[in-house]
């Protein structure tokens, strides 16, 4: 299911997947998540898009095929293939442990194809093993939508009361995460949103409530889901002094200007870019260890245009996940 760009649907496309070079593996997808980034990919507001394009950063599969240099994984071998497709090494980011930031970095379902389709290519390098306790539908939210939670999560430091808004895919990860390290949960939704809040209670947040009202106690820090700048300077009024805001999309719409006074007493705003192999290799630890579950919403690899705009709806609790039948040729 390809992106052919000017905001068009998905088309379902015939294409030869190429024989994997030296580093690459092929994949037979059996699952890939939908996360919010293809929303924004299909309504162009990402930067440098590839088009046209496969979408899809949570792969999971088998490795098919793969190049003469791939070292440590065997063929039939189930594995990951996450959001990070490829960074340089060599610059002063890659050096310090900050791949995430490499300016020459690639991204699956970006300017790789990526697991909308029933093969893909990907970078063994890039690639994990993924924890046997989960199946393939289970696991593919962590692939993204964990992964970024977990991130977030450590950039709200040693905050104890921490307000999510928006509540979807990441958040519903990131609660179970986050109440099993000690902290506390005030879940925001859209104003009204009752079934959200009600998912978002039965996960254990202390507090839910609509992105208008606020918390009943000041928060320690607040990380933002939703793609909307209006949320900053709320979020920030909602923050104790000393606390953080953490924007955790790739793409947000405008921020609105604020007065001083809301970001005084040290209070500060970051986001939070992509991720790096050694988060993915944390998290996943974690994870089966928790043990977070996933809420996931199963749709076709044909349906991949519904599932988009039900996510788009805010239509479903939880993840959406392309399942996908292999049997064909590469
Ligand atoms: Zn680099
Ligand atoms: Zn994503």
Not at 38 to 44: F, S
Not at 69 to 96: A, K, S
Not at 306 to 323: I, M, P, S, T, W
Request: proline content about 6%.
């Amino acid at each position: 299911m390809r992106y052919h760009g000017g905001r068009s649907a998905l088309q379902l496309d015939e294409i030869r997947c190429d024989e994997p070079s030296p580093n690459q593996i092929r994949v037979a997808v059996h699952a890939c998540g939908v996360c919010r980034t293809d929303l924004h990919l299909i309504d162009d507001e990402l930067e440098n898009p590839q088009l046209p394009i496969v979408p899809g950063h949570e792969i999971v599969g088998t490795v098919e095929a793969m190049g003469s240099e791939v070292r440590d994984l065997e063929i039939g071998q189930r594995i990951g293939v996450p959001w990070l497709g490829w960074t340089c090494g060599e610059c002063d980011p890659c050096r310090r442990g900050r791949e995430n930031l490499c300016p020459q970095a690639r991204f699956t379902g970006l300017q790789i194809d990526g697991g909308y389709a029933e093969f893909a290519l990907a970078d063994s390098r890039y690639c994990f093993a993924l924890p046997d306790a989960y199946d393939d539908i289970e696991v593919a939210p962590l692939l993204c939508a964990g992964l970024i939670g977990h991130r977030a999560l450590r950039m709200a430091e040693d905050a104890h009361r921490i307000g999510l808004y928006g509540f979807g895919a990441a958040a519903h990860i990131v609660t179970q995460l986050a109440l099993f390290q000690g902290h506390e949960i005030y879940a925001f939704t859209r104003p009204g949103d009752r079934e959200k809040q009600a998912f978002a209670s039965s996960l254990g947040s202390s507090w839910v409530g609509g992105s208008d009202e606020n918390p009943p106690e000041p928060l320690d820090a607040a990380i933002i889901f939703a793609p909307v700048g209006a949320l900053v300077p709320t979020a920030l009024g909602a923050l104790a002094r000393g606390g953080i805001v953490v924007c955790a999309g790739i793409h947000m719409s405008e921020i609105p200007s604020f007065p001083y006074q809301r970001l005084w007493g040290e209070r500060s705003i970051r986001s939070v870019a992509n991720l790096t192999r050694a988060d993915a290799k944390e998290f996943l630890e974690i994870a089966a260890r928790v043990p977070i579950r996933t809420k996931t919403v199963v749709y076709g690899l044909e349906d991949a245009n519904r599932a988009l705009e039900d996510l788009r709806q805010g239509a479903f609790q939880g993840a959406a996940v392309l399942r996908v039948a292999t049997g064909g040729a590469p």
